[in-house]
């Protein structure tokens, strides 16, 4: 597939593409922590998702615990929640100078790549999106958030050092699902919402960057997501060499898709927690509306959630959300 050709016109088509993975485990009847651990079960998830809905695009479980985990970051597992990195592997220079790059397929990563490889033989029809963290992100799961926030002020040189470990690997390892078969890689880049524009465009554009020049081809296209407040960012994300651009609830998108050229795709907004999770039917079908009235005058608007949508939400919920978005194209 041309991935180039493929996001000109993804817009068109009027589907929407959530970042809809985890709510899958309900289809298969197994827990998260079950499907976090097999990629079996994640390619499984991601035909039974593709099959309920028809999406615009099948998306990979959002996990942003497993490239930590490569590196050695202790992580909390539940059956009924997304795993979540408990404690920093890094906690000064002697730990950083220790810290290896890991080889892909280090401790879940390789299920990670195994499910793009069988959900590529399982689904026709669409793209197969993997999911990726961002350097930046990762990097302040090795650091710890807090402290990685005040390095970059006092110590800029040895978050530098840690954004080029975590830059080696995420290569190796968006590479690994693009020679799995991965039309494309959704790169979440959550944390880099908290920094300053000048930040931005000193501890994470720029290796974002590195990486998708790296690894994209005009068959496998980089989506940047960034939740984050991400208008005064914009200019930095849009260096980064992404074809198109997934944004979270906490901006408001009409006021963002004016400062993107109408021939990238900008993706978003939906709540995932307040109306997808714990809306109902209704309000998740009225918040559709609103968006899109707000949105859909813009011809590269793709309509998704702002964020993963969380493993419990309601499968009613994710059916009015698709069910909102026919009822206003007419589909």
Known sequence: MNMVQWIGSAAAQHRPMPVLSFPGAQLLGVTVRELVSSGEKQAACMKAVADRYDPLASVSLMDLSVEAEAFGSPVRFSDDEV?????????GEADLEALEVPAVGTARTGEYVDAIRRAKKLIAGVPIFAGSIGPFSLAGRLMDMTEIMVLCYEEPELVHRALEKATQFLIQYN???KEAGADGILMAEPAAGLLSPALNGEFSAPYVKRIIEAVRTDGC??????CGNTIP????ILETGAKAFHFGNAIDLSKMLPLVPNDIPVLGNMDPVGQLR????NSVRQSVLNL???CAEYPNFI???????P???PLENIDAFFDAAKEFYGN
């Open 311 to 313: 493993p419990a939400t």
């Open 233 to 236: 960012l914009i200019a930095h």
């Open 278 to 281: 714990k809306g109902t039917p």
């Open 303 to 309: 309509l998704s959630s702002g964020c993963d949508i």
């Open 175 to 177: 590479a690994a699902f």
């Open 221 to 226: 296209v980089f989506l940047y997501h960034n």
């Open 83 to 91: 795993p979540a990195v408990t404690a920093a592997v890094i906690r």
């Open 292 to 294: 899109l009235s707000r």
